[in-house]
């Protein structure tokens, strides 16, 4: 009986012991971390179609080229890094535009509920905090030979808009 009676008690603590590393891991992790990522989708148009896309990395020392396409294109890209996107088309003027980091993740504050100053350090450190501005880019690129835009060597984007990234 006293066997039995141990056996249980060390099945209980093992349990207890398993539920606690459990949540200990979890709580590693910051919500924005497990929720969104540490990188978000940019979606990139233009008209006409079939744009050349180059997105560079900005760095301190030079910039990297971190992805190159044609349009439509939906490139993932690190939260934690600011980009310059160019969208180009012979016949056409550059366009050219920044993508940063410059918004916050909304799943950030999911750290008050769960994942606590440790969550909120692991999200900030991992750039699951941030949120890359703007989400979604449509570019109408500008024939070299329109006359009411001549002076102007580098088009700009028609509009660009932000969509809070989906995680899917």
């Not at 093992?14 to 992790?29: D, E, P, R, T, Y």
């Not at 349009?71 to 056409?92: D, E, F, I």
């Amino acid at each position: 009986m006293k066997n039995s009676k141990h056996s249980q008690i060390d099945c209980l603590i093992k349990s207890i012991a398993a539920l606690v590393l459990a949540c200990g891991m979890f709580m590693v992790s910051g919500c924005a971390s497990i929720i969104s990522g540490t990188h978000q989708d940019v979606t990139i148009t233009s008209q006409p179609v079939a744009a050349n896309v180059t997105v560079e990395q900005l760095l301190t020392t030079n910039n990297v080229v971190a992805w190159q396409g044609q349009t439509p294109a939906n490139v993932k890209l690190s939260r934690n890094g600011s980009y310059l996107v160019t969208v180009s088309m012979p016949g056409y003027k550059n366009a050219e535009f920044p993508v940063s980091n410059s918004g916050m993740n909304g799943w950030i504050f999911g750290n008050i509920l769960i994942g606590g100053l440790v969550g909120i350090i692991v999200d900030s450190a991992s750039g699951a905090a941030k949120s890359l501005e703007p989400g979604t880019i449509n570019v109408n690129l500008v024939s070299v030979g329109d006359p009411g835009d001549a002076t102007n060597s580098v088009a700009t984007p028609q509009s660009v808009t932000t969509t809070k990234p989906v995680r899917k």
